[in-house]
């Protein structure tokens, strides 16, 4: 079973609208975290957002807000008053705890497929 | 404002040959990855490291080899390259194992 599953392969906004990009996850572990993180076509990988499994409130950051529905175990990412320089691959990623045989314990961090996003002007 | 520093950018080697991608940081992480990245996927843990001199295996680390002698450098080396290690590599670290990882610009290699 996919750990994280991003559904919407790519996307697509008008400049100045909201979009919404979906992730749902699937743990055992009752203290996990989830992460956004945007590559644009230069390649690198930038943190966008973070959520905790204990957190209240949904996180928000600038523009970028998750919409944590823990019960439905999905994570969205909600880009408001999307720009140009939005468009890029956006993929979503949940920490677990996890110790492998005879290794330490680490966080480990299971990526989805990504989102790419396109933003029309 | 270095951040995690990778280097090269863009490597093209020969199958059979060695190379050591280099990584560091100057944000005192104990943590530290290496991920790769194939066309159109997610990223894979290779190795991570929870501080210097301890490494550990991800899901994908055959064919790599891994050192932790700082808390600084975290290389990745490729023994006897092959084809299939075409892909971009990524390394992260991280303060903490939940805190967000934060990544290089990569490394494309390719393997002909």
């Known amino acids: 079973a996919q750990k994280i599953t991003q559904t919407q392969p790519g996307m697509f906004v008008q400049e100045k609208e909201a979009v919404t990009l979906d992730c749902t996850y699937d743990?055992?572990?009752?203290?996990?975290?989830l992460f956004w993180y945007k590559q644009p076509s230069s390649g690198e990988m930038i943190f966008l957002i973070y959520?905790?499994?204990?957190?209240?409130q949904n996180a928000t950051e600038g523009r970028y807000s998750l919409n944590f529905q823990k019960a439905r175990k999905s994570a969205n990412l909600v880009i408001s008053a999307s720009q140009l320089g939005d468009s890029a691959m956006y993929f979503c990623?949940?920490?677990?705890?996890?110790?492998?045989?005879?290794?330490?314990?680490?966080?480990?961090?299971?990526f989805g497929q990504g989102t790419i996003l396109t933003v029309h002007p | 404002n270095a951040g995690v520093t990778q280097t090269p950018k863009f490597r093209i080697l020969k199958i059979g040959q060695s190379m050591t991608l280099q990584c560091t940081q100057d944000?005192?992480?104990?943590?530290m990855y290496w991920y790769r990245q194939d066309p159109g996927m997610g990223l894979k843990l290779i190795y991570y490291?929870?501080?210097?001199?301890?490494?550990d295996k991800g899901e994908v680390p055959n064919g790599y080899n891994v050192s932790r002698s700082t808390t600084e450098d975290f290389p990745l080396r490729l023994e006897l390259a092959a084809p299939s290690q075409t892909s971009v590599y990524f390394c992260?670290?991280?303060?903490?194992?939940?805190?967000?990882?934060?990544f290089g610009d990569g490394t494309r290699l390719s393997i002909l």
């Open positions: 490291s929870v501080g210097a001199g301890i490494t």
């Open positions: 992260a670290s991280s303060l903490s194992s939940n805190q967000p990882q934060h």
């Open positions: 944000m005192n992480h104990n943590y």
């Open positions: 990623a949940m920490r677990e705890r996890f110790r492998p045989a005879g290794g330490t314990s680490y966080g480990k961090l299971t």
């Open positions: 959520q905790g499994s204990y957190d209240q």
């Open positions: 743990t055992s572990d009752p203290s996990y975290g």
